[in-house]
């Protein structure tokens, strides 16, 4: 993989919603040659990729307190919310199989390194289902789009989120296959922790080690 020349511009929007994120990351994905990073936690919201199955929603639609809102990322269906940290890595990729396939095993290993350093030993990749497990458990999703030779979206670690929320979905359509968190498996962390975490580490893959904490405004898109 080529190193970027341009460093890992990084930007920590808190807890922000889908939407809005959304819009900052459509701006960025035009700055052809910049590589961005976003780190953030959503309100509570599902959200549908371009591979959504209906029946993976469980409940009447109607009857759910939390929205549910359609992207443009790969995927079926998934639960954010306060307590998950969600990385968006924006940045230059050829449209290729394998170069996406290379994309999504990047960010795969990036959340098992931070999980590792962070006290989960046994995270890793489940053969055949896409992103971090412990066991059979998921403990981050991932999901990208690339057009135009450029990516979006990226990934979300459960933290310390309120896991009954997946309860009304099949989370990412993978049925027979639990969600759980760091929480849940005994080990607390902090946002703080792991964002320094994920920061050197897409930094030490894509720009070799060389990130700046941007200064633009939170709201530099218009909303």
């Keep these: 993989m080529e190193v970027l020349t341009e460093p890992l511009q990084v930007k920590q ?62 995927g079926d269906i998934t639960y954010h919310g306060p307590g998950q ?17 290379n994309h999504v095993y990047a960010l795969e290993q990036i959340v098992i390194d931070t999980l590792i350093a962070s006290g989960l030993d046994d995270a890793k990749r489940l053969p055949g289902f896409p992103g971090v497990w ?11 789009r690339v057009a135009r030779g450029r990516s979006m979206h990226g990934f979300a670690l459960n933290v310390s989120p309120d896991l009954k929320n997946f309860s009304a979905i099949v989370p990412c359509g993978l049925t027979n296959k639990s969600v759980t968190s760091m929480a849940a498996e005994g080990v607390p962390a902090t946002i703080d922790f792991l964002s320094k975490q994920i920061i050197t580490r897409v930094a030490n893959h894509w720009t070799g080690g060389a990130f700046t ?10 909303f």
Excluded: C, M
């Design 134 to 144: 412990i066991d059979e458990r998921k403990i981050a999703a991932v999901g990208v």
């Design 13 to 74: 929007l808190g807890l922000i919603e889908y939407e809005a994120a959304h819009k900052i990351q459509e701006q960025l994905w035009t700055r052809s040659g910049e590589p961005w990073l976003l780190l953030l936690e959503h309100p509570s919201v599902y959200t549908q990729g371009v591979r959504i199955r209906p029946e993976n929603i469980l409940v009447d639609p109607k009857t759910l307190d939390i929205p549910i809102i359609n992207t443009n990322r790969g």
């Design 213 to 222: 904490i941007s200064s633009e405004n939170r709201d530099f898109v218009s």
């Design 85 to 101: 940290l969600v990385a968006y890595v924006i940045v230059d990729v050829e449209i290729r199989k394998e170069a996406i396939a």
